[in-house]
């Protein structure tokens, strides 16, 4: 709400040339955007950038529940796969079953593609665990390696003030140094 308030506010001190552009761009955004055919993803391309990326490794997609999560997983540069775009996460108290989401589309591409390894990176809410647990059970028989992102200690973290579950995780998750 606070976000929307200082937008509104910029605006209204916008001259009017710059608030015309402003709202032709919003309106632009709305209809030049579309979901990837392939990954699901927002692009302005028939195929998004990183789909169409020969270098990229094919056999491997990351399986998240929105855009902004590519786009975070891509600002650290390690991660050389393509994607997966849920478009949200298994709710079943807010009504949100599999069917609402892009499912399909990634068993789809499992059966037409050449792919090895699913990493699940939903986040580690009830919602995400249960949406990566289920994605688990139904592509594991379809012959690809299931994977899921560690979770555990952030970098930075004091013990003292982590939470029970992340103290959990990050001792199930450990490594051997």
């Given at each position: 709400?606070k976000?929307a308030?200082?937008?509104a506010y910029?605006?209204?001190?916008?001259?009017?040339e710059?608030?015309?552009?402003f709202?032709?761009?919003?309106?632009n955004?709305?209809t030049?955007?579309?979901?990837?055919?392939?990954?699901?993803?927002?692009?302005?391309?028939?195929?998004?950038?990183?789909?169409?990326?020969?270098?990229?490794?094919?056999?491997?997609?990351?399986?998240?529940?929105g855009?902004?999560?590519?786009?975070?997983?891509?600002?650290?540069?390690?991660?050389?796969?393509v994607?997966?775009?849920?478009?949200?996460?298994?709710s079943?108290?807010?009504?949100?079953?599999?069917?609402?989401?892009?499912?399909a589309h990634?068993?789809?591409r499992?059966?037409?593609?050449?792919?090895?390894?699913?990493?699940?990176?939903?986040?580690?809410?009830v919602e995400?665990?249960?949406?990566?647990?289920?994605?688990?059970?139904?592509?594991?028989?379809?012959?690809?390696?299931?994977?899921?992102?560690?979770?555990?200690?952030?970098?930075?973290g004091?013990?003292?003030?982590?939470?029970?579950?992340?103290?959990?995780?990050?001792?199930?998750?450990?490594?051997?140094?």
């Amino acid at each position: 709400m606070k976000t929307a308030q200082r937008l509104a506010y910029a605006v209204m001190e916008m001259p009017k040339e710059d608030a015309e552009e402003f709202a032709a761009a919003i309106l632009n955004a709305k209809t030049q955007i579309h979901d990837c055919p392939i990954c699901q993803n927002l692009t302005e391309q028939e195929v998004c950038a990183i789909c169409a990326n020969p270098k990229r490794d094919h056999t491997t997609v990351c399986v998240v529940e929105g855009p902004k999560d590519v786009a975070a997983i891509e600002r650290t540069h390690e991660y050389h796969g393509v994607y997966h775009v849920l478009h949200g996460l298994i709710s079943p108290l807010d009504g949100i079953t599999a069917e609402h989401l892009r499912v399909a589309h990634l068993l789809e591409r499992i059966q037409n593609e050449d792919i090895e390894e699913l990493i699940m990176a939903t986040n580690p809410s009830v919602e995400g665990e249960a949406t990566a647990m289920y994605l688990s059970r139904l592509c594991k028989p379809l012959g690809v390696r299931v994977t899921r992102l560690a979770f555990g200690m952030p970098v930075g973290g004091v013990i003292e003030y982590t939470d029970e579950v992340t103290l959990f995780r990050a001792l199930s998750n450990r490594s051997e140094m």
